[in-house]
C-alpha cells in the first residue's frame, strides 16, 4: 500500500470516542487535546458520552452524541436510540477511554462492525478490561507501568499493546521560585474525597509550618469531604496559611503563578493535571509507586517513599530549601514532557492504532 493510498484510507475512517464523567473530570485537558489533534488526523470525530459535562469538549467538527445511562429497564430501547443518533455516520471504530465506558462501546462496536479500541489510563480499566473484553480489539495504554499490568494480566505480548502518552501544553521555561521575594506557594488539585490524600497532605504542611517553613498552600480541589477538611485546616492551626480556591478557567494559568505542585498519594490513574504540571515546569511532589512515568524521582520530580505526612513533608521540605534543585528538576520535566508527551505524537499514533486495525480489515473486505 502506497503513502497516498495509506492516508486516504485513514482520512476515511470515522472515530467515536466513549467518555464517562470519571474520566472527563480527571483526564478533560488530554481530551480536548486528543481531539483536536485527531481532526487534522481522520475522517471525522464524535464523542458519544451520557455525561453532559463532557459537552464542553465539543469544538468545531468534533461533535457529541449525549444519551440517556443505559439502565435497566429501559436499557434496550436507550440503546437504539444511541444507535439511531450515530446511524447517520457509522463509526469505523470506537474508542473506549475508560472502564465506565467500556460495556457501551463494545455494544456500539458490535452494532456497527466497527472496530474496537480499549484504552487504559487507570488500573481500574485494566481490572474491568480482564472482565468484560471482547474478541477483536485493540489496547492502547497510557502508560510503561500500564503496559506492564495487561501483559501481566493478559499475558499479551507486549506488540499488541500500544503505548501512548498523553499529551500536554509545555512551557519554555520553569515557573517555580522565579521570584525568590515572594513566598513559596503549593499548589494540590486532589479532590476532597475519602481517600483523595488532602488529610495526609494537611498534616504534611503542619509539620513544614512546625519547621518554621513560610509557605501558602492552595487546594483546588473539590468533593463531599470539603467540610470535614476545613474543620481539619482549623484544628491544625493551618487556616492562615491554606487557602480553599474555586479556581475557573484554565488551570494551566494557576499553575503559572505557583512553585510546588503536590499529588499527595500513590496515583492508581493518570490525570491530565499532575502531566500538565510537569509540562508547566513545577516543582512537582508525588508518591513512589504511580502508574504515571513521567515521574522520575530525582530527575523531574521528588517522590515520597510512601504517603504519610512525615515523609510527604521531607520530600517538600527538600525545594522548600534547595530553589535550584527544584529549578532544575522543573527544566528536566518539560525536557522530558516535551520528548515524551507531545499532543502531535498522540494524536498520530491514536490514529496509526486505527489504521492499523482498518488494514487488517482489508483482506476480508477484498475477498468478500
Same mark, same amino acid.
Given at each position: 500500500?502506497?503513502?497516498?493510498?495509506?492516508?486516504?484510507?485513514?482520512?476515511?475512517?470515522?472515530?467515536?470516542?466513549?467518555?464517562?464523567?470519571?474520566?472527563?473530570?480527571?483526564?478533560?485537558?488530554?481530551?480536548?487535546?486528543?481531539?483536536?489533534?485527531?481532526?487534522?488526523?481522520?475522517?471525522?470525530?464524535?464523542?458519544?458520552?451520557?455525561?453532559?459535562?463532557?459537552?464542553?469538549?465539543?469544538?468545531?467538527?468534533?461533535?457529541?452524541?449525549?444519551?440517556?445511562?443505559?439502565?435497566?429497564?429501559?436499557?434496550?430501547?436507550?440503546?437504539?436510540?444511541?444507535?439511531?443518533?450515530?446511524?447517520?455516520?457509522?463509526?469505523? #471504530? +470506537?474508542? %473506549?477511554?475508560?472502564?465506565?465506558?467500556?460495556?457501551? *462501546?463494545?455494544?456500539? /462496536?458490535?452494532? &456497527?462492525?466497527?472496530? !474496537?479500541?480499549?484504552?487504559?489510563?487507570?488500573?481500574?480499566?485494566?481490572?474491568?478490561?480482564?472482565?468484560?473484553?471482547?474478541?477483536?480489539?485493540?489496547?492502547?495504554?497510557?502508560?510503561?507501568?500500564?503496559?506492564?499490568?495487561?501483559?501481566?494480566?493478559?499475558?499479551?505480548?507486549?506488540?499488541?499493546?500500544?503505548?501512548?502518552?498523553?499529551?500536554?501544553?509545555?512551557?519554555?521555561?520553569?515557573?517555580?521560585?522565579?521570584?525568590?521575594?515572594?513566598?513559596?506557594?503549593?499548589?494540590?488539585?486532589?479532590?476532597?474525597?475519602?481517600?483523595?490524600?488532602?488529610?495526609?497532605?494537611?498534616?504534611?504542611?503542619?509539620?513544614?509550618?512546625?519547621?518554621?517553613?513560610?509557605?501558602?498552600?492552595?487546594?483546588?480541589?473539590?468533593?463531599?469531604?470539603?467540610?470535614?477538611?476545613?474543620?481539619?485546616?482549623?484544628?491544625?492551626?493551618?487556616?492562615?496559611? #491554606? +487557602?480553599? %480556591?474555586?479556581?475557573?478557567?484554565?488551570?494551566?494559568? *494557576?499553575?503559572?503563578? /505557583?512553585?510546588? &505542585?503536590?499529588?499527595? !498519594?500513590?496515583?492508581?490513574?493518570?490525570?491530565?493535571?499532575?502531566?500538565?504540571?510537569?509540562?508547566?515546569?513545577?516543582?512537582?511532589?508525588?508518591?513512589?509507586?504511580?502508574?504515571?512515568?513521567?515521574?522520575?524521582?530525582?530527575?523531574?520530580?521528588?517522590?515520597?517513599?510512601?504517603?504519610?505526612?512525615?515523609?510527604?513533608?521531607?520530600?517538600?521540605?527538600?525545594?522548600?530549601?534547595?530553589?535550584?534543585?527544584?529549578?532544575?528538576?522543573?527544566?528536566?520535566?518539560?525536557?522530558?514532557?516535551?520528548?515524551?508527551?507531545?499532543?502531535?505524537?498522540?494524536?498520530?499514533?491514536?490514529?496509526?492504532?486505527?489504521?492499523?486495525?482498518?488494514?487488517?480489515?482489508?483482506?476480508?473486505?477484498?475477498?468478500?
Amino acid at each position: 500500500m502506497d503513502e497516498e493510498t495509506t492516508l486516504n484510507e485513514i482520512k476515511r475512517i470515522d472515530a467515536v470516542i466513549c467518555i464517562d464523567a470519571g474520566v472527563y473530570a480527571r483526564y478533560r485537558a488530554v481530551l480536548r487535546h486528543l481531539c483536536v489533534g485527531l481532526i487534522d488526523e481522520i475522517s471525522s470525530v464524535r464523542l458519544l458520552t451520557s455525561a453532559a459535562q463532557a459537552q464542553s469538549l465539543t469544538l468545531g467538527p468534533v461533535k457529541t452524541v449525549l444519551y440517556k445511562p443505559l439502565r435497566w429497564p429501559q436499557a434496550t430501547k436507550r440503546f437504539h436510540e444511541l444507535a439511531a443518533a450515530l446511524a447517520d455516520r457509522p463509526p469505523s #471504530v +470506537v474508542h %473506549a477511554m475508560s472502564a465506565q465506558s467500556f460495556d457501551v *462501546a463494545q455494544r456500539v /462496536a458490535a452494532e &456497527f462492525d466497527a472496530d !474496537l479500541v480499549y484504552e487504559i489510563t487507570a488500573l481500574q480499566d485494566v481490572a474491568a478490561l480482564h472482565v468484560s473484553r471482547s474478541g477483536k480489539h485493540r489496547i492502547i495504554c497510557a502508560s510503561q507501568p500500564l503496559v506492564d499490568q495487561c501483559i501481566q494480566k493478559f499475558g499479551r505480548a507486549r506488540t499488541e499493546i500500544s503505548l501512548i502518552r498523553p499529551g500536554v501544553i509545555c512551557a519554555s521555561e520553569p515557573t517555580c521560585f522565579r521570584d525568590e521575594d515572594n513566598i513559596p506557594t503549593i499548589l494540590s488539585t486532589a479532590d476532597f474525597t475519602k481517600n483523595g490524600g488532602v488529610d495526609t497532605l494537611l498534616n504534611a504542611l503542619k509539620l513544614i509550618k512546625e519547621r518554621n517553613h513560610k509557605f501558602l498552600a492552595i487546594l483546588l480541589g473539590k468533593g463531599p469531604t470539603e467540610s470535614r477538611l476545613r474543620a481539619l485546616t482549623r484544628k491544625l492551626g493551618l487556616d492562615s496559611i #491554606v +487557602v480553599f %480556591a474555586r479556581f475557573e478557567g484554565d488551570i494551566l494559568k *494557576a499553575m503559572v503563578g /505557583a512553585d510546588i &505542585f503536590v499529588q499527595p !498519594l500513590i496515583e492508581d490513574s493518570i490525570s491530565a493535571r499532575s502531566v500538565q504540571a510537569l509540562g508547566q515546569g513545577m516543582a512537582v511532589v508525588s508518591v513512589a509507586g504511580s502508574v504515571n512515568d513521567a515521574y522520575i524521582n530525582g530527575e523531574t520530580a521528588v517522590l515520597a517513599k510512601h504517603p504519610t505526612p512525615n515523609d510527604l513533608a521531607g520530600a517538600i521540605e527538600s525545594l522548600l530549601v534547595d530553589h535550584e534543585l527544584a529549578q532544575q528538576l522543573g527544566a528536566n520535566a518539560i525536557t522530558h514532557m516535551k520528548n515524551n508527551h507531545t499532543m502531535s505524537a498522540m494524536a498520530e499514533n491514536t490514529a496509526q492504532v486505527y489504521q492499523n486495525m482498518a488494514e487488517q480489515r482489508q483482506p476480508a473486505t477484498s475477498a468478500s
